[in-house]
């Protein structure tokens, strides 16, 4: 009994794992596909720096408004 629930288990857990796979696989001299994939790639990554590049910004204008020289 405990072996087939463990089975059950295993295969659930298997399926799971396989159907959020998005990652696309490129065959080897496939230069269409991995053409795409690097420009998906860095799409992603400048939509990362820009929201970080955005936060850094408003920290800055923040600490620019609450800095005073004559305040002592």
Do not use: R, W
């Not at 009994?1 to 463990?6: E, G, S, W």
């Not at 298997?14 to 696309?24: D, G, V």
């Not at 929201?51 to 609450?66: S, T, V």
């Amino acid at each position: 009994m405990k072996k087939i629930f463990l089975l059950f288990v295993v295969l659930i857990l298997s399926f799971n794992s396989s159907i959020f796979a998005n990652e696309s696989k490129c065959k080897k001299f496939d230069l269409k596909c991995k053409t795409k994939k690097f420009i998906e790639e860095s799409k992603e990554y400048q939509k990362k720096g820009l929201e970080k590049g955005k936060k850094q910004i408003k920290k800055n204008k923040e600490q620019i408004k609450d800095f005073n020289p004559l305040k002592k």
